[in-house]
């Protein structure tokens, strides 16, 4: 995959951000520049032709502007899960829809996306429309957990959307208040065909959006493609015993089993539940 500028002035600002050689006021320059892109920079997929409005300070379009993707390999190979599937996608922690996005717009399946951060809901519903897929995904602005109830949500770093999380406590002084609900609960009220893959991105609260799912429910999804990094969460080591007690076997993105501790292709785990064949 290859993701680029759409106008003029962002291959310009791209052009000299990160190819233009280094010099004494550059930064000060490009601070200058981005004000330009006060309504985002709009940036296109070349192979399936998903656009995406990004905010021009945020961490991914760093990542996205400099190396033309973000995790590629990852994106690849649910492209390769969904490819001729007639099951649902659901994104959880979707952020601005790059997951989304790319793949209902690449394989025309239907897709559920789901993130509790206002900031990343509002660039998810832009980025759907821009892409004529809002009648192909079901939005859902809301927290997961284990029950129905009211959690601490920390919002985003400024130069971070993806960096919204839930948080324990009111500690941190920008924390608000938002509604949670189980994947059971989710799942049951869109009552969606067979789920093909579930994506889980939520900043070390993934454990908690699998404790709120009843893997024996006729929503069972074939795989779960989820953040795995023990150095940020020690903690995460419990999800893949969780997991493989639900019946699913874990593996990196390039389809090799894996060992507890070794590194992993963009800090991605991917389990496949024993009970399918492909």
Not at 123 to 129: E, F, G, I, S, V
Request: aromatic share 12%; charged share 20%; with cysteine.
């Amino acid at each position: 995959m290859k993701i680029v500028p759409i106008n003029i002035s962002g291959m310009l600002y791209r052009w000299y951000m990160y190819s233009f050689f280094a010099h004494p006021g550059k930064s000060h320059i490009g601070k200058f520049l981005r004000t330009f892109f006060y309504n985002g920079i709009f940036v296109i997929e070349k192979d399936s032709g998903a656009r995406f409005c990004l905010e021009i300070n945020d961490y991914l379009t760093f990542e996205i502007l400099k190396h033309g993707s973000y995790e590629p390999r990852s994106l690849m190979k649910a492209n390769a899960i969904m490819k001729d599937s007639d099951g649902v996608f659901m994104d959880v922690g979707s952020n601005f829809g790059l997951y989304t996005c790319y793949l209902l717009k690449k394989n025309q399946n239907k897709g559920i996306a789901i993130d509790a951060s206002y900031k990343a809901f509002g660039l998810l519903l832009r980025n759907l429309a821009l892409n004529g897929l809002n009648s192909s995904v079901t939005k859902v602005n809301a927290a997961l957990s284990v029950k129905d109830e009211l959690l601490h949500f920390s919002p985003f770093k400024s130069d971070n959307l993806g960096s919204s999380r839930i948080v324990s406590d009111d500690s941190d002084s920008n924390a608000f208040l938002v509604n949670s609900t189980t994947l059971s609960n989710i799942t049951s009220n869109i009552n969606p065909p067979k789920i093909r893959l579930i994506k889980i991105d939520v900043e070390g609260h993934e454990e908690m959006v699998l404790s709120g799912f009843d893997f024996n429910s006729k929503y069972r999804p074939d795989y779960i493609l989820l953040e795995y990094e023990l150095e940020n969460n020690p903690a995460v080591h419990r999800i893949k015993n969780l997991l493989n007690g639900k019946g699913y076997e874990a593996f990196d993105i390039n389809d090799q089993p894996y060992q507890e501790g070794a590194v992993l292709p963009e800090s991605n785990l991917l389990f496949k539940s024993t009970r399918i064949n492909s």
